[in-house]
């Protein structure tokens, strides 16, 4: 089985600031790792994925996340927060070829501070 | 260029009654998924499908839910006798299999359909 734990329900940080949202993993086989966003009643967009190519994967909106097997970890960061990053962000995994069901983490709510 | 779509947006029924939702994928995508999210959740796998193939269902989906894919192209969810439990956030994505490596991996999602059962 395959899941995902997002450590803080809640990040508040500053504009400007340094971002980080935390996410560990587990899974039997070799994962396949997403992280989405979601604003007020929308959908998920993607923002970055892992899927066993390079280990620092860049993402949209000038995110970007390192995968960590050692740690299982793979943290979402972006170096200075900007009022729209305003969002729930999700960590995801999947078993492979990023094809299948996604189990998702139970969510970040990220607040911005002007 | 058109995204996931899935009608209604809102829905609000009476426990008990009947209600199906809709979601039209992206034109080339074979793979079709469904989600459900309650608030303060993250999405919760509940089936997909490849072309009109169901190819998996969660434990989730109990015998009062029940989905389609006719012909392999839009989806209905159709969920019977609802039941106040059954208020959540349903969401569609969609994406495409056997696609060159780094392409089309990612699954598209749509706005979503939000349920109330009073």
């Known amino acids: 089985a395959q899941s995902v734990t997002q450590l803080g329900s809640h990040v508040s940080v500053s504009e400007g600031a340094l971002v980080l949202l935390r996410c560990n993993y587990?899974?039997?086989?070799?994962?396949?790792?997403f992280w989405y966003v979601q604003y007020p009643n929308q959908g998920l967009q993607l923002l970055l994925?892992?899927?066993?190519?390079?280990?620092?994967?860049?993402?949209?909106?000038?995110f970007e996340a390192e995968f960590k097997k050692s740690e299982t970890?793979?943290?979402?960061?972006?170096?200075?927060?900007?009022?729209?990053?305003?969002?729930e962000y999700f960590c995801a995994v999947s078993r492979g070829?990023?094809?299948?069901?996604?189990?998702?983490g139970t969510g970040t709510r990220l607040t911005i501070i002007p | 260029?058109?995204?996931?779509?899935?009608?209604?947006?809102?829905?609000?029924?009476?426990?008990?009654?009947?209600?199906?939702?809709?979601?039209?994928?992206?034109?080339?995508?074979?793979?079709?998924?469904?989600?459900?999210?309650?608030?303060g959740q993250g999405p919760e796998f509940l089936t997909y499908f490849q072309n009109e193939a169901q190819l998996e269902?969660?434990?989730l989906l109990s015998d009062r839910f029940s989905a389609e894919r006719p012909k392999g192209s839009f989806s209905t969810l159709e969920i019977q006798r609802t039941e106040q439990g059954d208020s959540?956030?349903?969401?569609?994505?969609?994406?495409?299999?056997?696609s060159p490596a780094g392409l089309g991996n990612e699954q598209f999602f749509g706005p979503g359909t939000r349920l109330t059962v009073l």
């Open chain 2, 57 to 59: 269902k969660s434990r």
């Open chain 2, 88 to 98: 959540a956030m349903y969401l569609c994505a969609s994406s495409l299999a056997g």
């Open chain 2, 1 to 39: 260029d058109t995204g996931v779509s899935q009608d209604p947006r809102h829905k609000i029924t009476k426990r008990g009654q009947n209600v199906t939702f809709r979601c039209d994928p992206i034109s080339e995508h074979n793979r079709l998924y469904w989600y459900r999210q309650t608030l």
């Open chain 1, 49 to 62: 994925k892992y899927t066993s190519a390079a280990t620092l994967v860049k993402g949209i909106n000038g």
């Open chain 1, 73 to 87: 970890s793979f943290h979402l960061t972006k170096p200075s927060a900007h009022m729209s990053d305003a969002a």
């Open chain 1, 26 to 33: 587990s899974s039997s086989v070799p994962p396949y790792l």
């Open chain 1, 97 to 104: 070829f990023g094809n299948e069901k996604l189990t998702f």
